[in-house]
């Protein structure tokens, strides 16, 4: 099994930035991407970054040279870097980490998530 820990959200004016972290822990062999999923009030959650363990990076539009995503192998944490927060980017932030092997994805692991509130 895969522990996530989120940490980092809170409340935030519009313009203002955030830095998410999220620590991995147990059986993290072969834990490839690590990346972070945002669910609004009301609405489905969302893919908003991923990061490879060789450090190739993915981001969903709406947050391209906004979020930054990083990663510390080391410490088997990820990091989601947030400028010129928007009321919209409103959610809670959920880590998420694959086990792959080979191609396949046989292990999809989730935090608890963190809340993240941007006020205008």
């Known amino acids: 099994q895969v522990q996530l820990v989120e940490s980092g959200g809170g409340l935030v004016q519009a313009g203002g930035s955030l830095r998410l972290s999220c620590a991995a822990s147990?059986?993290?062999?072969?834990?490839?991407?690590m990346g972070w999923y945002r669910q609004a009030p009301g609405k489905q959650r969302e893919f908003v970054a991923t990061i490879t363990s060789g450090r190739s990076t993915e981001y969903t539009d709406s947050v391209k040279g906004r979020f930054t995503i990083s990663r510390d192998n080391a410490k088997n944490t990820v990091y989601l870097q947030m400028n010129s927060l928007k009321p919209e980017d409103t959610g809670v932030y959920y880590c998420n980490a694959k086990r792959v092997l080979l191609t396949t994805v046989i292990g999809d692991y989730w935090g608890q998530g963190t809340q993240v509130t941007v006020s205008s």
């Open positions: 147990g059986s993290i062999f072969r834990i490839n991407d």
